[in-house]
């Protein structure tokens, strides 16, 4: 048998496209070559059934953007959330992570950032519940609530993107919605299905050329400060100063990086059970979760249990009920600039001092670790201290459907989401944060509960006697309410016995406090699909939302769209090509809108209780509230072109979108004078994003027993504020909100190098790049033009199979933006810090009489020159390429499993994150640090090794 390998001239090995063909462009079978065959197979294609809004559609009905992702490429990930397994696998959705922390959160924007004030982030339903996501914890450093759902759970995720796809969940959906279906069961034989997996962790990225220096570094880098500030001219004289002066101990060498970060452990097991008759299907699954991160105190445990029943009442009546529940532990260490942070003390505690005391025991309380001040001894906060939160989801729907004639059928759906998040914090009382307080803790418990009740009439109407002009329109009501409360409480003077740990054994009650709010939304929408011939397709949506959030002004809002596509490979003069199977033109505006991160009283006016006198309760003005608040306005246009050619071997889309904000939300300045010292909230500023997505699917080789498959995705995306009140541009901190610039651009002073004559620091003084200074006094502070925000991003997937093996590797990259890293000015002080805190060996490439070409000035001890200072010196270029996911699958053959009557025994290896190429040789950390692009000391992204079994009985 011949190799069925396109040639080059018929096929091109790499492309760029969106979201439809990704559910578009399933893999068929390519034996038949005639017209005929082929054209049964692109409508096998177009006649799938995919998960839209409120239902689901064929794919030929499609009008809007959108991209699903199946849960075969979900499952089996050592993730503890299932956003985190998104990252490059639709276009246009920017997945990235500042922390790998156990159960951290995960940053992600769809087109772009769509939001000054409000979220940014897109709307998660998980089975018609609207979910809650991202980071809802009080106190600890990275929490995920969708850390309690098992992506292996999971049957399929939708991304809408556009208005003709989100248009009708109105309000919520102006940064797009996520759609998580869970999976289900199938009549038939009974299946039992089992995945284990084992492995480890280690941090991922790690720069040589930026890293803590060694005590003989150290030593070399702090003698040339010494002379160059006149206080040695010897390094005989300097090491006496740094021995007798700063007591160092020039025998000591201790890696403190390597001591805060380890190869963690790593496991799940899941246990699923589906099956059932023509009556009832069901599924039912269980599974454990356990991670430790590459940094020492940072793990996640979860235990979670699902089950969906499918039951058909009679001829008319369908019911279906499902449930999925989780508890979680995680354990967290502190970030940032907490001297408790153990991130922090690997690269600001000195490498001579030592992390025992020569009996062994840990050292603290003494000159190197006092009790009560300096960058503490990690390995003591990690062993005395206590971060750690638990959480409790259950998320559940039920819901029946009557149809009440052959083409009108009623279907009434109850979806609920609670989860209660307990946070607890112990400073010990002999060392660390917790000493000046003889000990003190806190406890903070969160509680959520949200429910959804949907009701929609379905209608469908066929126009003519051929039956293929017909008309799909769904109409209804819904009703959402969020509750939120929160409890705190604190004390201090605990007991020296570090077993007694718990709040009520503190000697004093400090702190304790309540609160709740809700919000609520009353909605009525429809949605109509007019499909002529599986030629031409018209969509319109429309949604009417009621918020409790909105000024009492302006509590209602109308969203809406129209779309439509053309199925042009449908034509009777496209008949003859047999090599193209789908060619459609697709097309859509609408105004969908942003309440999410409103706050739930920011249109009231109101006063808060707490600010007591004299023994009595007392109230203060919190809020001056708004009346004619309203929600942030999201116009969008979309134009995309959706492919598939030689039996749909090669696929593809390219999408242009346009979304302009309006109504943004802004905090406008009020004068003192009126009592108010936070502000008005008005909707008062513009936002633009535009851009481009680009995808690719195709399989260059297909014989009988190989297959190789690839899949290319690359997003462009551009913003530019439009509006601001007044003008004015806005702080937020790095950034500096202008008007006709990104808003993620940097504002910082412009480093202008070293000058080369003596090693002075240079800036440029008026941020044009030409005049420049060294006096930091005259370098005043400009937008630099550079940006967290990436210009390109996007992934690429290989997958070869052989016989019963299979290989595929899943690289994602980000290209064209800047990384801050907000903490360099301490260790790369050039002098300032030096004998206090360690300092980076790039410190060793400073200036002197003979290295006169370096960035880094000229080191003196004691350094007023303020070189240290954040400008763009310490920007780096966030650009990399990862090796994201590598997974190799081996399947024992079938004669094997008949044997001990096995439906299928894989084995398989896997790798996350296990290259990383980043372009800047200077950066320091983890390019992937977050949507802001910042680094904050955090726990590193973890590179994580894992080999499992999969057993179907």
């Known amino acids: 048998m011949k190799k069925k390998i396109f040639k080059a001239s018929s096929f091109l090995s790499l492309v760029l496209a969106m979201s439809t063909m990704t559910t578009q462009?399933?893999?068929?079978?390519s034996t038949a070559t005639n017209a005929k065959d082929s054209t049964k197979k692109v409508d096998k294609v177009m006649d799938e059934v995919v998960v839209v809004a409120y239902g689901s559609q064929r794919v030929k009905n499609l009008t809007g953007s959108m991209a699903t992702v199946g849960g075969a490429k979900l499952a089996d990930k050592p993730f503890s959330s299932v956003d985190k397994a998104l990252q490059g696998q639709v276009a246009g959705l920017q997945v990235t992570s500042g922390s790998g922390a156990a159960g951290s959160s995960t940053d992600i924007r769809l087109r772009g950032i769509g939001s000054i004030s409000a979220s940014s982030s897109p709307l998660w339903v998980i089975d018609g519940v609207i979910a809650s996501s991202g980071d809802w914890s009080s106190n600890t450093t990275s929490q995920n609530v969708l850390s309690s759902l098992n992506p292996d759970d999971i049957a399929s995720i939708t991304v809408l993107k556009d208005a003709a796809a989100t248009a009708i969940y109105g309000s919520r959906a102006a940064n797009?919605?996520?759609?998580?279906?869970?999976?289900?069961?199938?009549?038939?034989?009974?299946?039992?299905d089992f995945?284990?997996?084992?492995?480890?962790?280690?941090r991922a990225f790690y720069n040589q050329n930026n890293r803590p220096m060694t005590t003989p570094e150290y030593m070399k880098a702090f003698d040339m400060a010494l002379q160059n500030a006149g206080?040695?001219?010897?390094?005989?004289?300097?090491?006496?100063?740094?021995?007798?002066?700063?007591?160092?101990?020039?025998?000591?060498?201790?890696?403190?990086?390597?001591?805060?970060?380890?190869?963690?452990?790593?496991?799940?097991?899941?246990?699923?059970?589906?099956?059932?008759?023509?009556?009832?299907?069901?599924?039912?699954?269980?599974?454990?979760?356990?991670?430790?991160?590459?940094?020492?105190?940072?793990?996640f445990k979860r235990y979670n249990g699902s089950i969906n029943v499918h039951h058909k009442a009679s001829d008319r009546l369908t019911l279906d009920i499902g449930l999925n529940g989780a508890y979680s532990k995680q354990q967290t260490p502190l970030n940032g600039g907490a001297f408790g942070n153990p991130n922090l003390a690997s690269y600001f505690v000195p490498s001579w001092y030592s992390p025992y005391k020569s009996d062994g025991s840990l050292n603290y309380g003494t000159d190197e670790f006092p009790t009560g001040g300096g960058v503490f001894n990690p390995l003591v906060i990690a062993a005395y201290d206590k971060y750690t939160s638990s959480q409790?989801?259950?998320?559940?729907?039920v819901s029946g459907k009557y149809q009440i004639l052959n083409n009108l059928s009623f279907t009434s759906k109850f979806s609920s989401e609670y989860f209660d998040l307990n946070e607890y914090q112990y400073n010990n009382p002999l060392y660390g944060d917790g000493y000046s307080f003889g000990g003190d803790a806190y406890a903070y418990d969160t509680k959520v509960f949200n429910y959804t009740w949907t009701n929609l009439f379905n209608y469908k109407l066929n126009l003519n006697s051929a039956k293929d002009i017909n008309l799909d329109i769904t109409a209804g009501q819904e009703a959402y309410k969020h509750n939120y409360n929160i409890m705190t409480a604190s004390g201090k003077v605990m007991p020296q016995n570090l077993e007694k740990q718990d709040l009520t054994v503190a000697g004093v009650p400090t702190a304790a406090t309540t609160g709740k709010s809700y919000n609520a939304m009353n909605s009525y929408l429809a949605n109509a699909v007019f499909n002529i011939k599986d030629r031409y397709v018209i969509s319109g949506s429309f949604r009417r939302d009621g918020s409790s959030v909105f000024g009492a002004n302006h509590r209602w809002g109308n969203f809406f769209s129209v779309g439509g596509s053309w199925n042009i490979n449908n034509e009777d003069f496209m008949k003859n090509i047999s090599w193209l199977n789908?060619?459609?033109?697709?097309?859509?505006?609408?105004?969908?809108?942003?309440?999410?991160?409103f706050g739930d009283y920011s249109s009231v006016k109101y006063y808060t209780y707490g600010s007591n006198y004299n023994n009595q309760a007392g109230m203060v003005i919190s809020n001056v509230g708004n009346p004619d608040l309203t929600w942030e306005k999201n116009k969008i246009f979309d134009i995309g072109l959706d492919w598939a050619f030689f039996e749909n071997r090669l696929s593809g889309s390219i999408d242009y979108y346009n979304r302009a904000t309006s109504n943004l939300l802004i905090s406008v300045p009020l004068s003192y004078t009126t009592g108010y010292t936070s502000g008005e909230l008005m909707n008062v500023g513009s936002?633009?994003?535009?851009?481009?997505?680009?995808t690719i699917n195709g399989t260059p080789i297909k014989t009988k027993d190989f297959s190789w498959d690839v899949s290319f995705n690359i997003s462009h995306n551009n913003n530019k504020v439009t509006k601001l009140y007044n003008g004015n541009p806005i702080s937020n901190g790095q950034f500096r909100i202008t008007e006709g610039h990104n808003i993620q651009e940097y504002y910082l002073r412009e480093w202008a190098g070293v000058d080369k004559t003596n090693g002075n620091a240079l800036w440029y003084t008026n941020g044009a790049d030409t005049a420049t200074t060294s006096n930091i006094s005259n370098a005043g502070y400009s937008l630099t033009g550079k940006t967290a925000m990436p210009k390109y991003f996007g992934g690429f997937t290989n997958t070869f199979t052989y016989k019963n093996f299979s290989l595929t590797a899943v690289?994602?990259?980000?290209?064209?933006?800047?990384?801050?890293?907000?903490?360099?000015?301490?260790?790369?002080?050039?002098?300032?810090?030096?004998?206090?805190?360690?300092?980076?060996?790039?410190?060793?490439?400073?200036?002197?009489?003979?290295?006169?070409?370096?960035?880094?000035p000229k080191l003196v001890y004691g350094n007023s020159s303020s070189s240290r200072s954040m400008s763009t010196r310490f920007l780096y270029k966030g650009n990399y390429i990862r090796l994201r996911t590598l997974q190799f699958d081996y399947r024992l053959p079938k004669s094997v499993l008949d044997k001990f009557k096995l439906t299928n025994v894989d084995f398989f290896f896997s790798a996350t994150n296990w290259w990383t190429f980043a372009t800047d040789k200077n950066i320091p950390f983890d390019p992937e640090s977050g949507v802001n692009a910042t680094t904050n000391l955090n726990v590193p992204i973890n590179k994580t090794i894992t080999g499992g079994i999969k057993i179907g009985l």
């Open 176 to 192: 797009g919605v996520i759609i998580v279906t869970t999976k289900k069961g199938q009549a038939g034989t009974t299946k039992v």
């Open 231 to 299: 206080y040695s001219n010897s390094y005989a004289s300097s090491a006496d100063i740094m021995v007798n002066d700063f007591d160092m101990d020039t025998t000591v060498n201790t890696n403190w990086y390597n001591l805060v970060n380890r190869t963690g452990n790593q496991a799940q097991y899941n246990l699923s059970l589906s099956g059932g008759n023509e009556k009832t299907q069901f599924y039912a699954s269980s599974g454990y979760f356990t991670q430790d991160a590459s940094t020492i105190n940072s793990n």
């Open 195 to 202: 995945v284990g997996q084992w492995g480890g962790n280690s």
């Open 392 to 397: 409790f989801t259950m998320r559940g729907f």
């Open 687 to 694: 936002m633009r994003n535009r851009g481009l997505e680009f």
């Open 25 to 29: 462009a399933q893999q068929v079978d």
């Open 582 to 597: 789908v060619l459609k033109l697709r097309g859509s505006y609408g105004e969908n809108g942003n309440a999410i991160g």
């Open 811 to 856: 690289f994602n990259y980000n290209f064209g933006n800047y990384v801050e890293d907000s903490w360099a000015s301490y260790y790369n002080s050039d002098g300032t810090y030096y004998g206090s805190f360690q300092q980076s060996n790039l410190q060793l490439q400073a200036w002197t009489p003979e290295n006169t070409n370096t960035n880094v």
